[in-house]
């Protein structure tokens, strides 16, 4: 980008140049290579927009999973938190063996046990994993030996990928000493639930946090 003097003010494209005012200032830079339309229709571009298609919509599914969790997240204290979610949801989309490139869904990716393990590994910042002492199984939640943990709360998300959409219930569940204590189901089980648990000591701080 360059400023010109002249007597005559240009305005528009002439040649590979574009004449424009910027700041009362006279401006002119050449042509941007990108076309707009050859990037819809041309097939040189066909991968760029597969991608592009692909990270928006990895984009979008972290936003309303984190949005439903927000008030937990925000405990992390990880400023970086929002790309690092970015990126394990593209590597859940990956687990997509049965759509096209292009189409893949994090949904089908996290229908994998690659995806769901994916998913229990990510860390909320300097928080400890939940996964590491909780599993979930016939809606029973079960407990280590070593996990020393009063109260858990469940809060289980129904993911609509299609219209970029969550349901959520939260449960709060008392330990008093037991390993292994039941929770409610508050949706269907074809619709694909995530839980999300928090686990709290006698002081009501967070000690583990996360994706089972």
């Given at each position: 980008?360059?400023?010109?003097?002249?007597?005559?003010?240009?305005?528009?494209?002439?040649?590979?140049?574009?004449?424009?005012?910027?700041?009362?200032?006279?401006?002119?830079?050449?042509?941007?290579?990108?076309?707009?339309?050859?990037?819809?229709?041309?097939?040189?571009?066909?991968?760029?927009?597969?991608?592009?298609?692909?990270?928006?919509?990895?984009?979008?599914?972290?936003?309303?999973?984190?949005?439903?969790?927000?008030?937990?997240?925000?405990?992390?204290?990880?400023?970086?938190?929002?790309?690092?979610?970015?990126?394990?949801?593209?590597?859940?989309?990956?687990?997509?063996?049965?759509?096209e490139?292009?189409?893949?869904?994090?949904?089908?990716?996290?229908?994998?046990?690659?995806?769901?393990?994916?998913?229990?590994?990510?860390?909320?910042?300097?928080?400890?994993?939940?996964?590491?002492?909780?599993?979930?199984?016939?809606?029973?939640?079960?407990?280590?030996?070593?996990?020393?943990?009063?109260q858990?709360?469940?809060?289980?998300?129904k993911?609509?990928?299609?219209n970029?959409?969550?349901?959520?219930?939260?449960?709060?569940?008392?330990?008093?000493?037991?390993?292994k204590?039941?929770?409610?189901?508050?949706?269907?089980?074809?619709?694909?639930?995530?839980?999300?648990?928090?686990?709290?000591?006698?002081?009501?701080?967070?000690?583990?946090?996360?994706?089972?």
């Amino acid at each position: 980008m360059a400023t010109y003097e002249s007597v005559i003010k240009i305005t528009g494209a002439v040649g590979d140049l574009v004449f424009y005012n910027l700041n009362g200032k006279n401006v002119v830079r050449k042509k941007s290579g990108f076309n707009k339309t050859a990037f819809k229709k041309s097939p040189s571009y066909e991968k760029v927009r597969q991608n592009s298609s692909e990270f928006g919509h990895c984009s979008k599914i972290g936003k309303v999973i984190r949005k439903s969790l927000d008030i937990y997240i925000k405990e992390s204290g990880d400023p970086l938190l929002y790309q690092k979610f970015a990126k394990v949801m593209t590597a859940i989309k990956d687990l997509d063996k049965v759509s096209e490139r292009g189409k893949r869904t994090v949904e089908l990716g996290l229908r994998t046990e690659e995806g769901r393990n994916l998913l229990r590994e990510f860390q909320m910042g300097t928080i400890n994993k939940v996964s590491d002492c909780i599993r979930i199984q016939d809606q029973v939640l079960c407990k280590n030996k070593e996990c020393i943990s009063d109260q858990a709360i469940i809060i289980t998300i129904k993911l609509d990928s299609e219209n970029y959409f969550t349901e959520s219930a939260e449960e709060i569940v008392d330990w008093n000493k037991e390993q292994k204590r039941s929770f409610k189901r508050y949706f269907s089980e074809d619709d694909l639930l995530l839980y999300f648990i928090v686990l709290k000591n006698e002081k009501s701080e967070i000690t583990h946090m996360g994706f089972v």
